[in-house]
């Protein structure tokens, strides 16, 4: 006899999750669909990011120059503070061995003075506070007394000066280490996004840059007269290295970052300016007007100064832009210039 049972039919909770899966699953495939012609980011948004970067690079770059320069300064105080105390501390033998030469003299003789041995048993120092000996000593010991005192003073001072100077020298290294992993990193960043683009991007890239630095160098051309005579011959050493390599730290004769080359350009002029922007932005005259700035002049751009080149004429600069570029003409209203400085 056939069986007239219904069919189970399905729960309500399994035919729920199912319809929910389903759901799910035609969301994900949407969501994938849409999302995948935006993984690669375009041209344009590739050449924003890679600018920031290499700001930022540069922002780094400046502090790892600064704190070179201060690494410099500080060996060089502390070679001389060293050089110093060698030479001090020979001058005291000297004075105490005078002395020692007094004292034998007097003892062969049979009047050696009570007060000459406290000194060659004791602390100078403590002998000299004691006003009411000075009349045992003679005119020459006394002399030679006080010259010790100073110039133990002396030396325990350029001690502690140069043991300070240590302290600050292994501190600025710390800071240079710190400073030049932060421009390493931003450069490889950077690199990692310009390697999204293709061979024929990058080329379109660097071809629209060639273009528009040869129309600045062209609107320069016809610029009016430097500022000063050592403002010229600075410009025309500057001028000398367009094409020349940026390279981050490098300040000459071959490549170099933006504060690099202007120093380099000055030093040749015979002229010597601080090695980093924000300093040089310091070093002379300031122009805060545009249509002011004369050939030759510096022009700091940023905030925080950390970029520095040459006003060309014509609303054009000549400088050493970043890293993947060369030392060129650019337009001035490509940064945000801050004001000139003429040397």
């Known amino acids: 006899m056939a069986s007239h049972r219904r069919p189970k039919q399905p729960s309500r909770t399994r035919v729920t999750v199912l319809t929910t899966a389903a759901a ?11 999302a995948a012609p935006s993984e690669k980011p375009s041209v344009d948004e590739v050449k924003t990011k890679v600018d920031k970067l290499q700001e930022e690079a540069e922002q780094a770059s400046e502090k790892l120059n ?4 201060k690494q410099d300064k500080l060996q060089k105080q502390i070679d001389t503070l060293q050089d110093n105390v060698a030479r001090g501390q020979e001058e005291l033998n000297d004075l105490r061995d005078g002395l020692g030469s007094m004292a034998t003299a007097q003892y062969r003789t049979g009047a050696i003075d009570p007060s000459v041995q406290l000194f060659l048993s004791a602390d100078p120092d403590d002998y000299l506070d004691k006003a009411s000996t000075m009349d045992q000593l003679s005119n020459q010991q006394v002399e030679t007394l006080k010259k ?23 501190d600025t290294r710390t800071e240079l280490a710190k400073n030049k992993k932060e421009v390493q990193a931003k450069l490889a960043e950077a690199n990692k996004l310009l390697n999204t683009l293709t061979a024929a991007e990058q080329a379109a890239l660097d071809a629209k840059e060639a273009q528009a630095s040869t129309a600045a160098q062209a609107a320069a051309a016809g610029a009016g007269a430097p500022a000063s005579g050592r403002a010229s011959s600075a410009y025309a050493a500057a001028q000398s290295k367009l094409g020349s390599p940026y390279v981050y730290g490098a300040s000459g004769p071959s490549s170099f970052d933006c504060s690099g080359l202007t120093s380099w350009a000055f030093a040749q002029a015979g002229i010597a300016i601080p090695r980093t922007s924000q300093a040089q932005a310091s070093a002379g ?9 004369q050939v030759g002049d510096l022009v700091i751009f940023y905030s925080d100064q950390h970029h520095v080149g040459f006003y060309a004429g014509n609303g054009q600069v000549l ?6 570029t060369v030392v060129r003409y650019e337009s001035i209203g490509n940064m945000p210039f801050q004001f000139g400085v003429r040397i």
Do not use: C, F, W
């Open 285 to 293: 005259t300031r122009i805060y007007s545009q249509s002011d700035l």
């Open 24 to 34: 799910a699953a035609v969301v994900l495939s949407a969501n994938a669909a849409n």
């Open 319 to 324: 400088h050493a832009p970043r890293s993947g």
């Open 148 to 170: 010790v005192q100073e110039k133990q003073r002396s030396l325990a001072q350029q001690r502690e000066e140069a043991s300070e100077k240590l302290k600050d020298l292994a």
């Open 66 to 69: 600064g704190a070179t320069e």
